[in-house]
């Protein structure tokens, strides 16, 4: 992608992040202290409950994905060592082939086969190596076993990431339509500066963790997102380089 046209566009996200921010320390001060603090403990509550649970469950519809990206992991293997040519459309629509280059990342071995093959796929510099890292541990040749494994392990990251992000969408909106129906929107009159300072301080940290599930969730999107666009972005590269959902989840 075009060098000025990402920085633009990180420019922009970096802005809407920041205006988000403000929204929330603004909703924050207006709810008080009680509401947000609320608001924090169900979402990570959330996040660990979508996160035991997509690990116990998700592995029971892993195989009934597998054959459903079979075709697509096979493509964007070739693809990605150069053994298949890339195609595009032309001015007139047509589809076209491009000459086969290898990357100068291949160096012949398994661990960059399966790196540029997961990114290729739309996973991120440090998914790709940590996925590549368990295969080829396992794997010594660049082979149709290699990209069965790769099918495998990406099953079974596409049935996770699914899993978790149902369960988690789940509670938080039963639990938002909790909160509103018992009212927690709560100021204590001798304290009512306090408590909305409070509530606003609180309500950037949910600020805070809503943006590093966004990050979380754009490490599997490269597909469709360039990941430069994002880590490029000011604001955004902070929530990419230490994001503690990366600990609180298998991925």
Not at 145 to 152: A, D, G, H, L, N
Not at 218 to 235: H, M, N, Q, T, Y
Request: aromatic content about 10%; proline content about 3%.
């Amino acid at each position: 992608m075009n060098i000025i046209l990402t920085a633009g566009i990180g420019a922009i996200i970096s802005i809407l992040a920041i205006f988000f921010l403000v929204y929330m320390a603004v909703k924050g001060w207006h709810n008080g202290i009680v509401h947000s603090l609320v608001g924090i403990i169900v979402f990570v509550a959330a996040v660990i409950i979508a996160n035991k649970a997509a690990a116990a469950y998700s592995p029971q519809f892993t195989k009934a994905i597998e054959p459903m990206i079979t075709g697509i992991v096979d493509d964007a293997s070739l693809k990605a060592i150069g053994e298949k040519a890339r195609t595009e459309k032309d001015e007139n629509g047509e589809t076209v082939e491009l000459p086969i280059e290898v990357p100068r990342e291949y160096d012949g071995t398994v661990r960059s086969a399966c790196v540029l093959s997961f990114k290729e796929m739309g996973f991120d510099s440090q998914l790709s190596e940590r996925f590549a890292g368990e295969i080829a541990r396992t794997n010594t040749e660049v082979d149709a076993q290699m990209r069965e494994q790769i099918t495998v392990k990406t099953a079974a990251v596409i049935s996770y990431a699914l899993v978790f992000l149902v369960l988690c969408a789940v509670i938080l909106i039963a639990a938002g339509a909790m909160m509103n129906l018992f009212n927690l929107i709560i100021h204590f009159p001798e304290f009512d500066i306090v408590s909305r300072i409070g509530g606003a301080a609180v309500s950037v940290m949910i600020g805070f963790l809503a943006l590093y599930g966004v990050c979380w969730i754009l490490r599997f999107c490269g597909a469709f997102l360039p990941e430069s666009i994002f880590k490029d972005s000011s604001v955004l590269a902070f929530f990419f380089k230490d994001n503690p959902l990366q600990r609180m989840t298998l991925y």
